[in-house]
């Protein structure tokens, strides 16, 4: 007789976790779904060159990919045959979590800490391109050549390097765009050199760097003020070192708190490849 009722109730125990493996299963498909979709539909707005659209897909996708893992292993423990791969897996996930998470924290550090102006003396100011609307200069764009513009007067004579490529479907270079920028505020014209060459930040400065030397300066023996938003600068520097600068930076004030966040996200992604690669 109790052989019969432990056998009933191992009978129920593995029912009610069949039923649970298959009521988690379905939870784990509907919201899998949900998150290609969403990925999907931003990565569509991405190529249509909505604004910013390029940050929010990855923060979307990371954070798609950290619910799906959760969501399989969450159901996989439902189930007495994976039961046992499941606790070794979610150890596996929570330590690279963790490692994850951490790391992003100490990037951000490293972010933070250098993102601020530093008065000096320099030879030269580097406006680093962040991209056009039309042919003129986007929101972020406009708050490096307004810091610029502010970090040039009591500098007298000092040029002022615009750099930026021509992007794609474009019908000006970032260059020119930013000495339209600069000239009708009344920056003298014959101090605003355009590099025009650059697709990005490296470019930028290496390009910047042989410009300054066409133009006569000793590119051994100066500083440079290189002109970026608070959450670029601190790479920017350091990409600055590698092309041969010697660089101090000005801070652009990014505008929104979205908008700050969405690239201070991006700014961890892109500065821990530079670290990598």
């Known amino acids: 007789m109790g052989a019969l009722v432990g056998a009933i109730a191992v009978k129920k125990e593995k029912n009610v976790k069949e039923q649970s493996f298959r009521r988690r299963l379905m939870i784990t498909l509907v919201l899998t779904v949900f ?5 999907g539909t931003v990565f569509s707005l991405m190529q249509m060159r909505v604004p910013d ?46 490692i994850g998470l951490t790391a992003f924290i100490v990037l951000q550090i490293l972010i933070l800490s250098g993102a601020y102006t530093q008065e000096a003396e320099v030879d030269a100011i580097i406006v680093l391109g962040a991209g056009l609307r039309g042919d003129e200069p986007s929101e972020v764009l406009r708050t490096r050549l307004n810091a610029a513009i502010e970090y040039a007067q009591g500098r007298e004579g000092v040029p002022i390097i615009v750099s930026g490529g021509l992007g794609a479907g474009r019908n000006i270079t970032e260059a020119q765009a930013m000495f339209n920028y600069l000239s009708a505020r009344g920056v003298d014209e014959s101090l605003i050199w355009k590099e025009g060459a650059s697709t990005n930040t490296y470019e930028n400065l290496k390009f910047s760097r ?24 601190f790479r920017a520097r350091m990409i600055a070192e590698n092309a ?15 908008l700050k966040a969405l690239y201070f996200f991006r700014e961890a992604i892109a500065l821990a490849n530079a670290i990598i690669f």
């Not at 042989?210 to 600068?233: I, K, Y």
């Not at 041969?244 to 979205?258: F, K, Q, Y």
């Open 53 to 98: 659209m390029h940050i929010v897909f990855l923060l979307v996708s990371g954070i798609s990919a950290i619910l799906i893992i959760f969501l399989a292993l969450w159901t996989m423990s439902a189930s007495k045959r994976f039961e046992k791969a499941a606790k070794v897996l979610k150890r596996i996930y929570c330590v690279c979590l963790a």
């Open 244 to 258: 041969g600068l010697d660089a101090v930076g000005v801070a652009a004030e990014t505008p929104g708190a979205r």
């Open 35 to 39: 998150a290609v979709i969403t990925v």
């Open 210 to 233: 042989e410009l300054m030397e066409e133009r006569g300066l000793d590119v051994e023996n100066l500083t440079v003020a290189v002109v970026s938003n608070e959450f670029h600068l």
